[in-house]
């Protein structure tokens, strides 16, 4: 349900990132949050950028599910998704694992070196969607089935990329990707009638040039479907009431809407800014008009049953608030969660050489993603060790590099890189690599 891309100058984007340090490569960030389908939404994960953090009490109290005991580490953003029995599935460079716990990871073996690019579910959580593919693999769409064994449906067209995958709740044979051909960045909105056998093509004709990501597909009416379009001036909010065929913008944005959430019955829609001065927008109305509702930047947004809406926070230092939560449909939002706040890594009955991976990793990684006071030595990094978190961030300030063409106006200093373009510049970068080392089957972490 995410991915990001880029093309031709944005291959400059990342080099006016400013400078940070963390042992990947980024800052501490939350990036996904995901809840049980058909649940009380007591169950959350939330991806970050050193690993998955799990939390059993709606928020209150959270764990850490480490990087490596998933199998992946570095700069890959895993693709997730959670089934209605509360297993998580995490979509790697080379191939799929998923946990019920945190501690037993078991891999999919059909899908075993495949780059997973998306996952979806059905709305009740009964039906797992994958799609797989890199530039030098054909780009596939995969079911699982109800023995548990997953099934190649069909393929995506010759040299197209796709990027997300959604499934009409009304209609479940009737699957949305979206993609584009490699080397370009102008989105493509695909649909199938079969399970993803055949793909049904639709021409873009927008007037900006950028990637389409799939927002949400109407609960009743399963030609009707909602896209973000991430471009050089901002972004929108697309609709199409035909499958794909005509797009049309409901909302616009001088800056990146990372966020997107909608209600169980598909009334109420949300889209978010990473910027405060755009903030978040919603809909009562299926998505046809938006209004502002608050001066809140977000990086993404979830809704769970009971009234509540999740938020990534936007922090822009260490120790600021991870996690947010609103209560009146997004007109305020109150921290529940910081980093700071995690437990350490996810309880796990048994011991031995692998579920020592996150228990022997968290010290540093606690480290690193709590700020330190003034003066204080930096944590030390044994050379050539890869690590799961980061050093210390960088205090907001102004890029120092040009690179107003890119983004909003110079104004916004050192927030500049939200906007557009450097999201998907971090796509490509990691399209390009080759898939990860996975873990061995029945790899646990332990406290």
């Known amino acids: 349900m995410q991915r990001w891309l880029a093309t031709g100058m944005m291959a400059l984007a990342p080099l006016c990132i400013t400078r940070g340090a963390i042992a990947n490569g980024r800052f501490p960030q939350a990036q996904i949050i995901e809840t049980v389908p058909g649940s009380a939404g007591e169950t959350v994960f939330l991806r970050t950028t050193f690993g998955i953090l799990v939390s059993r009490d709606a928020g209150k109290s959270w764990r850490w599910i480490c990087e490596r005991a998933l199998g992946y580490e570095g700069t890959w953003d895993p693709p997730i ?9 995490v979509g790697l460079e080379g191939g799929l694992v998923s946990t019920l716990d945190g501690c037993v990871v078991e891999r999919a073996p059909e899908l075993e070196g495949e780059t997973i690019a998306d996952l979806t579910t059905d709305p009740h959580g009964e039906m797992l969607w994958a799609i797989t593919g890199s530039p030098e693999k054909r780009n596939a769409i995969w079911r699982r089935e109800p023995t548990g064994a997953w099934r190649r449906m069909g393929f995506a067209p010759e040299n197209v990329h796709l990027m997300t995958i959604e499934v009409a709740p009304s209609r479940t044979s009737r699957l949305y990707v979206t993609g584009q051909p490699y080397g370009e960045v102008r989105g493509q909105v695909f649909h199938s009638d079969d399970g993803g056998k055949t793909l049904h093509a639709h021409a873009n004709a927008l007037s900006e040039s950028g990637p389409l990501f799939i927002a949400a597909v ?41 966020g997107f ?3 169980t019955d598909g009334r109420t829609y949300w889209a978010g800014s990473g910027l405060p001065e755009h903030g978040i927008y919603r809909s009562t109305d299926r998505g046809k008009h938006f209004e502002r509702v608050s001066e809140h930047g977000v990086l993404c947004l979830h809704e769970a049953p009971g009234n509540r809406l999740f938020v990534c ?7 600021a608030p991870a996690v947010g939560l609103s209560t009146d ?9 910081s980093f700071g706040d995690v437990e350490g890594p996810v309880a796990c009955a048994a011991e031995g050489a692998a579920a020592s991976l996150c228990a022997d990793a968290w010290p540093e990684t606690r480290a690193l993603v709590l700020p330190r006071e003034a003066g204080a030595p930096k944590p030390v990094v ?22 107003s063409t890119i983004g909003e106006r110079r104004e916004t200093g050192g927030r500049w890189w939200l ?20 873990p061995h089957p029945g790899q646990r972490c332990t406290r």
């Open 81 to 89: 998704a959670v089934m209605r029995d509360g297993r998580l599935w």
């Open 218 to 258: 109407d609960p009743s009416e399963p030609s009707r479907v909602l896209l973000r379009h991430l471009h050089a001036a901002g972004s929108a909010l697309l609709v199409t009431s035909d499958a794909g065929k005509t797009l049309s913008p409901v909302l616009e944005m001088k800056s990146a809407m990372f």
């Open 261 to 263: 959430a909608k209600s």
């Open 313 to 319: 926070e936007n922090g822009f230092k260490l120790g």
């Open 329 to 337: 449909e997004g007109s305020t939002v109150r921290a529940i969660a």
């Open 382 to 403: 044994e050379a050539g060790v890869s690590n799961d978190a980061g050093t210390q961030a960088p205090p907001p300030r102004k890029s120092a590099c040009g690179c």
């Open 419 to 438: 906007v557009g373009l450097v999201p998907l510049a971090q796509w490509m970068r990691r399209s390009r690599r080759s898939g990860s080392a996975g």
